[in-house]
């Protein structure tokens, strides 16, 4: 089961954040916040010791893009959640695992376990 430190989770514009699916916590995460905007989330990145992230691909004012740009350059792993599979993903971000909605929580754990790192 992987160990995340913390990661924080945008919400989707429905607010339905990880309700959709399981709880990071059950997989060993500190959710250092969740995020409704571009705005909140990257105010989060900046103020707390993030070791990985859950982006739903969609957020209230658009797509979490920005924020996965910003991920990727401070080298924080991060996982998609999206009910549009692939096809919502950008190209330049096919690499990022996919977690689909509506997922359970044994899915969210083995896709965070994918880029999550084992901290205690």
């Given amino acids: ?33 969740v995020a409704a905007s571009a705005g909140e989330a990257m105010a989060i990145i900046g103020q707390a010791d993030i070791q990985a992230a859950i982006l739903d691909v969609n957020l209230d004012e658009g797509r979490s893009m920005i924020v996965a740009d910003l991920l990727r350059q401070k080298g924080v792993p991060f996982i998609f959640e999206t009910g549009y599979g692939k096809a919502g993903v950008p190209k330049q971000f096919a690499n990022v695992p996919l977690l689909p909605k509506p997922f359970t929580s044994e899915d969210l754990t083995k896709t965070l376990a994918t880029v999550t790192p084992r901290v205690r």
Avoid: N
């Fill in 1 to 33: 089961m992987p160990v995340c430190k913390t990661e924080f989770v945008p919400r989707d514009p429905g607010g339905q954040g990880v309700a959709l699916g399981g709880d990071p916590r059950g997989a060993g995460c500190v959710i250092a916040g």
